[in-house]
């Protein structure tokens, strides 16, 4: 293939049937959010002896195994509340951003509400981010003249031009290597986790897509395209003007734009 975009595209449908065999989506259910706390040794211990004394009183129906049992219980709850309690000063404290934040978003009660908007008013509202804030209304019949006389109106530059160079094998594994296992998942629907364990033999063909890509003096369409994620401004979402638009890129044009970078 000499096409970049069709070389990207077989590249994911192989790699996406190769994930489809080894690791199927399974959908899951999260009843609630991860307590990392609940793992102390101390808790644990406790809660095994709460268990013991339940378990006893069930047996015996005696009222001061009862009260044996309820002492337990609330001397349980209270040490939980301290071990998270520390938990979270500890955390907070941390000089780790990353650590801290995905405390926040994981532990830290999230909003348990439901967004409701409907994503084809969403997708209208973001597409017309850049109407809104320049008050400018486009048209496709003067857009290639706008363009144009655009270009004309910028000063003229006596710096001499540059040549993007060829990537070398061992770029990109480098790159595909020190990829955040935690980025999310773009619209290519292929996660970090699944490259980085193959990144020796990922590596040579994304070389190839690269440099031809970079030949051709041209970004692949697949990594155009963005999954838009809408993040809450605050606990309060009445209308699209309450969200964020935040834009998941697939994690390989990343590894374009840092090595053109």
């Given at each position: ?14 790699v ?5 065999r ?11 959010p ?31 195994k ?5 002492n ?32 926040i ?7 348990p ?19 809104r ?6 048209s ?9 006389k655009?270009?004309?109106?910028l ?20 790159e ?19 490259l ?20 051709k003096?041209?970004?692949p369409?697949a ?13 309060q979402?009445?209308?699209?003007q ?20």
């Amino acid at each position: 293939m000499s096409d970049p975009d069709d070389k990207l595209h077989f590249l994911n449908r192989l790699v996406k049937k190769c994930i489809d065999r080894h690791a199927p989506l399974k959908r899951t259910k999260i009843t609630r959010p991860p307590a990392p706390w609940l793992k102390d040794p101390e808790i644990i211990k406790l809660k095994a002896e709460r268990d013991i004394l339940q378990n006893s009183a069930r047996t015996r129906k005696d009222d001061q195994k009862w009260q044996m049992f309820r002492n337990a219980r609330k001397h349980l709850k209270a040490s939980i509340k301290v071990a998270k309690r520390d938990f979270t000063q500890k955390l907070l404290s941390s000089k780790k951003p990353k650590e801290v934040w995905k405390v926040i978003h994981r532990i830290l009660h999230p909003n348990p509400k439901r967004l409701t908007c409907d994503p084809n008013k969403l997708n209208t509202f973001f597409a017309a981010t850049a109407e809104r804030t320049l008050g400018i209304t486009p048209s496709e019949e003067d857009e290639h003249e706008e363009i144009e006389k655009l270009i004309d109106s910028l000063p003229l530059s006596n710096r001499k031009g540059f040549d993007v160079r060829p990537v070398r094998y061992e770029e990109v594994l480098k790159e595909l290597r020190q990829l955040r296992n935690d980025c999310s998942t773009g619209p290519d629907q292929i996660p970090v986790k699944m490259l980085k364990p193959v990144a020796d033999i990922l590596a040579s063909p994304l070389t190839n897509i690269i440099n031809t890509a970079i030949e051709k003096h041209l970004f692949p369409t697949a990594w155009k395209t963005a999954r838009i994620c809408a993040i809450p401004k605050g606990n309060q979402v009445t209308n699209e003007q309450d969200l964020w638009p935040i834009s998941i890129l697939p994690v390989l044009s990343k590894i374009y734009e840092r090595l053109i970078y």
